[in-house]
C-alpha cells in the first residue's frame, strides 16, 4: 500500500505517520525529516537548504523529489510508502506522478488530515520533540508524562524545532493554503483523496484514517 499523507502543519500529521508506519509497515518518507538531518550533519546540501527551512520557506522541487524517488527505490521488507510532507505543490504532484509512472509504480490513497485553523495554530505553538530520539510532542494535545521530558528517553529533554516560531508558523500555514491545498482537488480529480477530521484524540484520528485506508 502506498500513500500520501496531506494536512496543514500542526494538524498532528507526524504523530498519525508514526502510528502508521508501525501499523501497515510502511516506509515513513518525510522530506521535512531528510531535510533536518542533511542540515544537521552539515552535508553541501544541508548548508543550502538550512536558511530557507528556517524562514518557513519551500525547498526547490527538484531537491525534494530527487530526495524522495530515492528513498523509495528501496523499500526493503516493508508493505509499500508514505509520503510526509511531500508532494506540497502541484509541480512536485505531477513530477512524482510522472516519476512513478515511469516505475509502474502506483499511489493508493491520499488522506487529508482536516482541522480548523485556530486549532493548527494552537497545536504549532505546543509542539516539542525529543532531543535526543526525536519524538513528537504536544504540551496540550498529546503531553509527556512528565512536563519537557520524554517519555522513552529516560528524562531527556523536549526541545522546539529551530523552525517554530509564530511567524514561521504563519508563513508555513499560508504556503499550506496557497500551494498544498490544491493538491486536494487534484488527488480528488483521480478518486484518491479521503478527508479525515483531524480535530480528535491521536486515537479516533487515527482510528479514521486506518478505516478510510481498508
Ligand atoms: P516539515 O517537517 O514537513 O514541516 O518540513 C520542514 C521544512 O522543510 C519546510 O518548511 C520546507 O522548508 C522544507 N520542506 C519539506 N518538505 C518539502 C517539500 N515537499 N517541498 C519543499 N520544501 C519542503
Redesign the pocket.
Known sequence: MNIILLGP?GVGK?TQATLLRDHFKLLHV????A??KEKSLGTPLGKE?GK??ES??????DI?TRIVISAISDLGDKKGFML??????LA?AELLAKMLAEKSIKIDSVISIEADKEIVIKRLAGRRSCEKCGKDYNIHFNPPKVAGECDVCDGAKLICRA?DTEETHLR?LT?YEDKTEPLKAYYSSKGLLKPVDGMGTVESVFRDISEALN
Do not use: A, F, K
Not at 518557513?56 to 522541487?61: K, N, R
Not at 510526509?84 to 505543490?89: C, I, L, S, T
Open positions: 502543519p507526524g518525510s522530506t521535512g525529516e531535510l533536518r537548504v530557507i527551512m518557513g520557506g519551500l525547498v526547490s522541487d525534494v510526509d510532507g511531500y508532494p506540497r505543490n512536485q523552525d508555513r504556503e
